[in-house]
């Protein structure tokens, strides 16, 4: 089984609608982050959370909001969906202490209409 | 603000050479440096990862290195092959604020 798993893994919807992406692992990281992937622009930080009481916004936060239910889970949500929030979402974890290495999760492709 | 510019943004070679991927950063305060792989449409797999203390990494036929003070980071594959086509990402991790802050990756095809 895969460490670091999101769902839905494709998603179609329309403007104005709520959308939710959820992301699990069994790694036992506390440390766990959100990315959107956009061609030609790398990966960028939306959310990231080093426990379960700590949330902070990355580089492109406005239009998104996150919970950390709990250490296992991370979900990111789009109130309102807007086109250009169409991308590649990522959920990714770190240990938080000596390498800090992150492990990704395979992907949610979004597309807004 | 920490940038980091991956060179060249696509490379073709063939089989069983050498190459080498680069990558840079404007800040050198740095806590790591990861390497990635990500082929198309799936997740990103870590490589190597390198400390800001060390000077490389190796792992099989990938050599990972790091000059902090010049703020460059190569990624080194011997003897290419075709699976080895894919995108690879660098990113650093920043000591202020713990961000990590991704390139634009490399696209490598390697033909048979």
């Known amino acids: 089984d895969a460490d670091v798993t999101q769902t839905p893994r494709n998603r179609i919807t329309k403007t104005g609608k709520r959308i939710m992406l959820e992301c699990s692992q069994t790694?036992?990281?506390?440390?766990m982050y959100w990315y959107r992937q956009d061609p030609g622009l790398g990966l960028r930080l939306i959310y990231y959370s080093f426990d379960v009481k700590d949330i902070n916004k990355g580089e492109i936060s406005d239009g998104y909001s996150v919970s950390r239910q709990a250490q296992a889970k991370f979900s990111l949500s789009l109130e309102s969906a807007i086109p250009n929030q169409t991308a590649l979402y990522f959920c990714?974890?770190?240990?938080?202490?000596?390498?800090?290495?992150?492990?990704f999760g395979p992907g949610t492709r979004l597309t807004v209409l | 603000k920490q940038e980091v510019t991956q060179i060249p943004a696509a490379l073709s070679v063939p089989e069983g050479e050498n190459l080498v991927l680069n990558c840079s950063f404007t800040d050198s305060a740095i806590y790591n440096l990861q390497w990635f792989r990500q082929d198309p449409g799936k997740g990103l797999t870590s490589l190597l990862l390198?400390?800001?203390?060390?000077r490389e990494q190796t792992s099989g036929r990938l050599n990972a290195s790091l000059d902090k003070s010049s703020g460059r980071s190569t990624l080194y594959i011997a003897a290419s092959q075709p699976g080895d086509s894919a995108t690879y990402l660098c990113a650093v991790l920043n000591t202020g604020g713990f961000k990590t802050i991704f390139g634009a990756g490399t696209r490598l095809f390697v033909k048979a």
């Open positions: 390198i400390q800001s203390s060390q």
């Open positions: 990714a974890t770190g240990r938080g202490s000596g390498r800090d290495e992150q492990f």
């Open positions: 790694k036992g990281h506390d440390r």
